[in-house]
């Protein structure tokens, strides 16, 4: 498989501090593949719909993550800028991230973490801190090699209809 990384923070789009949820994304996907596109992007809506645009039809990752601007805070627009450039949303991988993350604390009902497919690239929005990158991603990655096998078009149907 192969991967995108968009960090979306106006602070580590500026050089005032370090992204660590970026590369703690691709450390942990090391085992299932290579991130192909790694981008640090401000909280602006259209610089993330563009960088996602970029990363899902310039480079031949499958799956692209955005770490950052997925709460209540005035400039966390990521939800919509990966809405604005998806064809079809996959709800219940956010929902499940969501679900799984309130077990840990209450502060995930907060997210507005949205995720779905544009073209046969999927994207996943994850919150911004590295612990909470780490939680939701332990709980993706199993179904990560079917999710990619599944875009491409490389599986039966589930229902047995073949």
Excluded: W
């Excluded at 790694?38 to 602006?44: A, F, G, H, S």
């Amino acid at each position: 498989m192969k991967f995108g990384v968009i960090c979306v923070s106006d602070r580590c789009s500026k050089g005032l501090c370090e992204d660590k949820s970026g590369p703690l994304i691709s450390e942990l996907l090391a085992s299932l593949g290579e991130t192909v596109f790694y981008e640090i992007v401000p909280d602006e809506k259209t610089i993330i719909s563009l960088a996602l645009i970029k990363g899902c039809d310039k480079t031949d990752a499958d799956i692209i993550f955005t770490t950052g601007g997925t709460g209540l805070a005035p400039r966390d627009v990521t939800p919509e800028a990966t809405k604005a450039v998806i064809e079809r949303e996959t709800p219940g991988i956010s929902e499940a991230i969501r679900q799984k993350s309130l077990e840990i604390t209450p502060k995930a009902m907060l997210s507005r973490a949205a995720s779905g497919i544009r073209g046969k690239t999927l994207i996943i929005n994850l919150p911004g801190s590295p612990k909470a990158v780490k939680e939701a991603l332990e709980f993706v990655i199993p179904v990560l090699p079917h999710a990619c096998e599944t875009l491409q078009g490389n599986t039966i149907s589930c229902g047995g209809n073949y």
